[in-house]
């Protein structure tokens, strides 16, 4: 079946650092989303992408499409605190199935 | 707007009870669905409704029934609770089809 990867299972980092995510497949997709998700909360759609090689940015986050629509990263610049969460990639292939990475752990030392 | 909504945020139960757990959106979704989320698995699809009036088995059906009441409420039901279905629940919704789904605040589920 279709699987997403993620790793590490955790990253720590230091207040005011830049981090980047990534996730593959050995599958092509044809949109990616990445969410996060607060202790205690559900997941909250952060970035969008719906087109190979497409470059997205909200704020300090910036997700770009894998131009062979089998990979995405994730990228957060100047961490905050409050960046603190696990981060998940999603993506949708040709059934239109939603699938999810396992996500990543994200802690920021102040 | 409030999104998607769940009932209850926390629940007990002991092995064999039974109970619903309710999702409702308002964003005029045709789609809805239900997850759960252990540790160290990520999400898994339990059950979704492309449509009002139709419902399909996801990836982790067992143990597990749903009914969509309509357009915005999506139930998920537990007939007899297992210590295995301990667990927290999503529901999410989207516009049509599987993207871009919006999440509830989620369940959190203890069988003993």
């Known amino acids: 079946g279709q699987q997403l990867n993620q790793s590490p299972q955790s990253m720590f980092i230091q207040e005011g650092e830049d981090v980047s995510m990534n996730c593959t497949s050995s599958?092509?997709?044809?949109?990616w989303l990445w969410y996060k998700q607060d202790p205690g909360e559900g997941p909250v759609l952060l970035i969008a992408?719906?087109?190979?090689?497409e470059l997205t940015s909200n704020g300090r986050l910036t997700a770009q499409f894998g131009i062979t629509r089998k990979d995405s990263f994730l990228n957060i610049s100047a961490s905050i605190p409050s960046d603190v969460g696990i981060y998940f990639c999603?993506?949708?292939?040709?059934?239109?199935?939603?699938?999810f990475g396992k996500g990543i752990t994200l802690s920021v030392r102040p | 707007n409030a999104g998607v909504t769940q009932t209850p945020k926390f629940q007990v139960l002991k092995t064999g009870q039974s109970m619903t757990l309710q999702c409702a959106q308002d964003?005029?979704?045709?789609?809805m669905y239900w997850y759960r989320q252990d540790p160290g698995m990520g999400l898994r699809l339990i059950y979704y409704?492309?449509?009002?009036?139709?419902?399909d088995k996801g990836e982790v059906p067992n143990g597990y029934n749903v009914s969509r009441l309509n357009k915005r409420e999506f139930s998920l039901r537990l007939e007899s609770a297992a210590p295995s279905q301990t667990s927290v629940y999503f529901c999410?919704?989207?516009?049509?089809?599987?993207?871009?789904?919006?999440f509830g605040p989620g369940t959190r589920l203890l069988v003993l």
């Open positions: 999410a919704s989207s516009v049509h089809g599987r993207e871009t789904q919006y």
């Open positions: 599958s092509i997709f044809n949109t």
């Open positions: 992408l719906y087109k190979a090689g």
């Open positions: 999603a993506a949708t292939g040709a059934n239109s199935k939603l699938t």
């Open positions: 964003m005029n979704h045709n789609s």
């Open positions: 409704s492309a449509s009002e009036g139709t419902t």
